[in-house]
C-alpha cells in the first residue's frame, strides 16, 4: 500500500515537466536566435527569419503574460495563506503527551 506521501510527489511531476519544458523552450529560442541572427537572407520569405520572429514573439508573449498574471497568483497566494493559517491550539484540547498520561494513569 503505498502512503500519501508518495501521492503528493506524483503530483509534483506534471509540474515538474512543466516547468522543464518552459525552460527548455526559452532557453532554446534563445539559443536558436543567437545562433541565427547574422544569417544569410534570401528575401521576403526567409524561413530562418519567419523562425526568428516567431521565437521573439513567443519571447515576448510569455513575459508579457508572466508580467500580468504574476499579481495575480501573489495575491491568491496570500489570500489562500491567511486562510490556510494554522489555529493555535485551544487550552481545552489534549495535547499526545496529555493523553499518554493519562493512558499510564
Not at 515538474?16 to 547574422?38: D, E, M, P, Q
Not at 513575459?63 to 504574476?70: D, E, S
Not at 494554522?86 to 493512558?103: E, G, I, N, S
Amino acid at each position: 500500500m503505498q502512503s500519501r506521501a508518495g501521492h503528493k510527489y506524483l503530483r509534483r511531476i506534471p509540474a515538474l515537466l512543466l516547468a522543464v519544458f518552459l525552460v527548455l523552450v526559452v532557453c532554446t529560442a534563445g539559443a536558436y536566435s543567437a545562433v541565427n541572427i547574422h544569417h544569410h537572407c534570401i528575401g521576403e520569405h526567409c524561413p530562418v527569419c519567419l523562425n526568428i520572429h516567431v521565437l521573439l514573439a513567443l519571447l515576448n508573449g510569455f513575459t508579457q503574460g508572466l508580467i500580468k498574471i504574476l499579481p495575480v497568483c501573489l495575491a491568491a497566494l496570500v489570500v489562500l495563506r491567511a486562510f490556510a493559517a494554522p489555529q493555535p491550539r485551544k487550552a481545552w484540547q489534549p495535547t499526545p503527551v496529555l493523553l499518554f498520561d493519562r493512558m499510564n494513569d
